[in-house]
């Protein structure tokens, strides 16, 4: 059984970096063909999708959010993260960790971790 766990601070002010990391247990993030997602939920609002990076360490960004965002992974410790620059409020949201197979989409998600910007 995959699982997923974001983890990382739950409050970041204005204009600074948030970063999360995404610890997976029970695969490997170097698996074939597994896509590693981050996506995020303001409040009130529906998904945003954030970008991937794939098991072979390429990643991809949504083109809104593409010039403050970058995703990496530590194989080491089957981790992946997310780093979002430059925040505003307008970022805060439930941001998740998620898996994507070809075959069957996002299969696997972690709880969500709740992520405020706020002075």
């Known amino acids: 059984q995959v699982q997923l766990q974001e983890s990382g601070p739950g409050l970041v002010k204005p204009s600074q970096t948030l970063s999360l990391t995404c610890t997976v247990s029970g695969g490997s993030i170097t698996t074939n063909y597994y896509f590693w997602s981050w996506i995020r939920q303001p409040p009130g609002k529906g998904l945003e999708w954030i970008g991937y990076?794939?098991?072979?360490?390429?990643?991809y960004y949504t083109p809104s959010l593409k010039s403050r965002t970058s995703i990496s992974r530590d194989t080491s410790n089957n981790q992946f993260s997310l780093q979002l620059s430059s925040v505003t409020p307008e970022d805060t949201a439930v941001y998740y960790c998620a898996r994507v197979s070809s075959e069957y989409g996002m299969d696997y998600w972690g709880k969500g971790t709740l992520v405020t910007v706020s002075s």
């Open positions: 990076i794939g098991y072979s360490g390429s990643s």
